[in-house]
């Protein structure tokens, strides 16, 4: 007779279940599995909720080739998977440069994740994760968009655990017999987030009695839950390129009808960022006669009479 079941583990099972509850019989889902304890904890959990609902359950690892060992941390991964009873696909991927290490391999695994012939694909990021990115976007001077940190839902893109610990993973790891790889570039210094992770958010909880890392992710919750609201708003205004029209709304919502028409204009939004947008305001609140405000994307933005119009910006020379 087996021991009682572990409540942390029945907790990951019940999160998975929630942030999933929309998909229907037969829906694929995936684990985006790298060995670490949070992914394998996601795929322990997956395999046993999948039978449940009649899902199709899988796991991508993906092999990034930065690390000597790598194909065989993928190897191990994708073993321990099948033993759950998953299908398993190891992809490897060429990282570019663009935007640092630890942009470029994002880039390249998101590229993959996103393109799988999956209903669903599940990361394993936990409560820590989000209290890092929030204090990580802190840190940048960023706006509450990227303060409001990652959604548990994004496209195919799920997030059950962002109301666990880096710990619960473990421990349902653990549980479920499974034994996790630890990434040495966590524990690097040369990275910003493993600053944040081993020296900043200690000092916080040290300094602040605890409790640090739930109040940073409450904040991006209610963030993103305001931002959400913002954007629908924004998103019903009928010509966002209106200057009177514009200068009647309150700064949240006219900064936020600005980006929607930058974006929609060609605007690169991976790179839009606050100043670009307070740049394009200005055209609207404080018109001195400026020329024009270029925007990353080759698309500038200018004033003619009572209307903003966007065109390619100019090549120098």
């Known amino acids: 007779m087996g021991g009682a079941l ?12 929630a942030t999933l509850d929309d998909l229907e019989p037969g829906s694929r889902v995936e684990v985006a599995l790298s060995g670490g304890a949070d992914s394998l904890a996601l795929a322990a959990c997956l395999a046993f909720v999948a039978p449940h609902t009649v899902w199709t359950a899988g796991a991508v690892v993906v092999d990034h080739d930065l690390q000597p060992g790598s194909a065989e941390v993928a190897a ?17 991927v060429e990282v570019g440069t ?22 669903a694909v599940l990361l394993g990021h936990t409560l820590d994760d989000q209290a890092e990115t929030v ?8 706006g509450p968009r990227s303060l409001s940190g990652m959604p548990a839902v994004d496209g195919i893109i799920r997030r059950p655990f962002l109301g666990l610990r880096r710990a619960d993973t473990e421990r349902i790891c653990t549980a479920s017999g499974l034994t996790w ?3 040495p570039h966590n524990a690097d210094p040369s990275f910003r987030r493993s600053r944040v992770r081993h020296e900043v958010l200690p000092l916080l909880e040290d300094a602040l009695g605890g409790g640090v890392a739930e109040a940073l992710a409450r904040t991006a919750d209610q963030l993103r839950a305001d931002t959400a609201l913002l954007d629908e708003l924004a998103a019903q205004v009928a ?22 028409a930058a974006l929609e204009a060609g605007a690169d939004g991976s790179e839009l960022a606050a100043v670009h947008v307070g740049e394009l305001d200005r055209l609207v609140t404080d018109w001195h006669g400026q020329t024009r405000v270029e925007l990353p994307g080759r698309v500038s933005a200018i004033r ?13 020379g």
């Open 6 to 17: 572990d409540p942390v583990v029945a907790e990951g099972r019940r999160r998975l279940r």
């Open 76 to 92: 191990h991964a994708a073993r321990q998977a099948r033993e759950l009873g998953l299908e398993v696909a190891v992809v490897s």
């Open 98 to 119: 663009a935007g640092g290490p630890e942009a470029a391999a994002r880039d390249a695994r998101h590229a993959v994740l996103r393109s799988r012939e999956a209903d």
């Open 135 to 142: 204090l990580l976007g802190l840190g940048r001077g960023s």
């Open 181 to 183: 790889w630890s990434d």
């Open 239 to 260: 010509d966002p390129c209106d200057i009177p029209l514009l200068a009647a709304m309150p700064a949240a919502l006219r900064t936020r009808v600005l980006r929607r």
């Open 304 to 316: 003619v009479g009572d209307a903003l119009q966007f065109q390619s910006t100019p090549v120098a």
